[in-house]
Nanobody
Framework: VQLQASGGGLVQAGGSLRLSCVTS????????MGWYRQAPGKQRELVAD???????NYADSVKGRFTISRDNAKNTVYLQMNSLKPEDTAVYYC??????????????WGQGTRVTVSS
């Protein structure tokens, strides 16, 4: 199973970016999917997650600015980031709770995509 994240980059404060993360491999299904971020010198933190049924959860710091969504047919999760702030600068990681063909569930992480917001 592989998670491939993309969409990071350099953007000015107030700008927007859209992150994507595709899960590939021989899997049965994906339960929750989410985005985490880790800024230099800080711990990794949850940004947003979404259940297979579409229920979402956001960190207080991004509510109203970021939107998480998923395309179950494509095993893809997205993060639309608007009104970006310098404090959003971090490496963003996608995460998926994957049920394998054996029916066992595992947590997988993408490789990270860097987001830099300049002031």
């Amino acid at each position: 199973v592989q998670l491939q994240a993309s969409g990071g980059g350099l953007v000015q404060a107030g700008g927007s970016l859209r992150l994507s993360c595709v899960t590939s491999g021989s899997i049965f299904s994906i339960s929750a999917m989410g985005w985490y971020r880790q800024a230099p010198g800080k711990q990794r933190e949850l940004v947003a997650d979404i259940t297979s049924g579409g229920r979402t959860n956001y960190a207080d710091s991004v509510k109203g600015r970021f939107t998480i969504s998923r395309d179950n047919a494509k095993n893809t999760v997205y993060l639309q980031m608007n009104s970006l702030k310098p404090e959003d600068t971090a490496v963003y990681y996608c995460n998926a709770e994957v049920r394998m063909l054996t029916m066992r569930t595992y947590d997988y992480w993408g490789q990270g995509t860097r987001v830099t917001v300049s002031s």
